[in-house]
């Protein structure tokens, strides 16, 4: 998916921006790789989800990362949502979208409606409770997180739907990927 965003936000693919993006098989995996290339002066970027923070098993705890990266915590870790007070990256896209998306793909016996995927936002893990919502509601509901993300940044066609935020967060990765 963030080749995809990517690719639309920056009209190039990750590659030829000189950035390798990296499966680690888990947040752990990826905190290990992350202090890696830190501690080998290579440029890094750890996108994580703001709610991470407060996860039971504590990966991404501020005080756990900055003994992972220590000065450099600044610079590596993005808390993806934080700066605009949501919690996760499937907030970042409009209900509008959502909505648009739904009807398109995931559709039921009447339209999706923005209201219907604003009320799942409110004090509650909006990607969980939409990802519900859909497969309960649509015969051809997404598989899982992955497929609902997959269906609905595949229909992205111009780079303003993007999310600012992560527009903000690629033009920082190119800048860093051509230092």
């Known amino acids: 998916m963030i080749p995809l965003l990517f690719r639309l936000s920056e009209r190039q693919p990750l590659q030829s921006a000189g950035i390798a993006l990296w499966a680690c098989f888990n947040n ?8 890696y ?3 080998h002066q290579r440029s890094v970027m750890l996108m994580v989800d703001a709610d991470s923070r407060t996860l039971p098993k504590g990966l991404f705890k501020e005080a756990r990362l900055q003994q992972f990266f220590g000065a450099a915590f600044d610079d590596v870790v993005r808390f993806v949502g934080e700066p605009d007070s ?3 990256l499937e907030e970042l896209f409009p209900d509008v979208l959502w909505a648009e998306t739904a009807n398109a793909i995931w559709p ?22 939409v990802l519900a919502m859909l497969r309960q509601s649509s015969a051809s509901g997404p598989s899982g ?15 303003d739907q993007v999310p600012a935020q992560l527009r903000e967060v690629f033009g920082k990765l190119k800048k860093l990927a051509a230092a």
């Open 108 to 129: 039921k016996g009447e339209a999706w409606n923005p209201s219907d995927f604003a009320a799942k936002r409110p004090g509650r893990k909006f990607s969980k409770e």
């Open 145 to 159: 997180k992955p497929d609902m993300m997959f269906g609905l940044v595949s229909g992205l066609t111009s780079p």
């Open 37 to 39: 290339l830190v501690e």
């Open 28 to 35: 752990e995996g990826a905190l290990h790789l992350a202090r």
């Open 86 to 88: 949501f919690n996760e």
